[in-house]
């Protein structure tokens, strides 16, 4: 079992920048890929970011690409989104998940999921 906190959201002004971070615990953090997702109202959730165990491959949605940087700390069991660059579009409920394994870009794979944390990003 893995249990996984997000923190770091907020009010921001276009262009300007956050880092949320996602503090898992429970189990040993090898082997676990870790992703972003986020879900604006009346959307589905989609993919943000992805990192695999090791940090040595991420991907990235088309929409962050150059915006938004996936790191890990396995040290701390912490990952990071780090957002420049913030639009208006990037406003939603941004969600940390985990998995076992390969990392994948949808959400169904993944079987631990964090409460979430508000990105509002104000024009």
């Known amino acids: 079992q893995v249990q996984l906190v997000e923190s770091g959201g907020g009010l921001v002004q276009a262009g300007g920048s956050l880092r949320l971070s996602c503090a898992a615990s429970?189990?040993?953090?090898?082997?676990?890929?870790m992703g972003w997702f986020r879900q604006a109202p009346g959307k589905e959730r989609e993919f943000v970011a992805a990192?695999?165990?090791?940090?040595?491959?991420?991907y990235y949605a088309d929409s962050v690409k150059a915006r938004f940087t996936i790191s890990r700390d396995n040290a701390k069991n912490t990952a990071y989104l780090h957002m420049d660059s913030l639009k208006p579009e990037d406003t939603a409920v941004y969600y940390c998940?985990?998995?076992?394994?390969?990392?994948?870009?949808?959400?169904?794979?993944?079987?631990?999921w964090g409460q979430g944390t508000q990105v509002t990003v104000s024009s």
């Open positions: 990192i695999h165990w090791c940090g040595g491959a991420t």
């Open positions: 998940a985990a998995k076992q394994g390969a990392i994948f870009t949808s959400p169904s794979p993944y079987a631990y």
């Open positions: 429970g189990r040993t953090f090898s082997g676990v890929a």
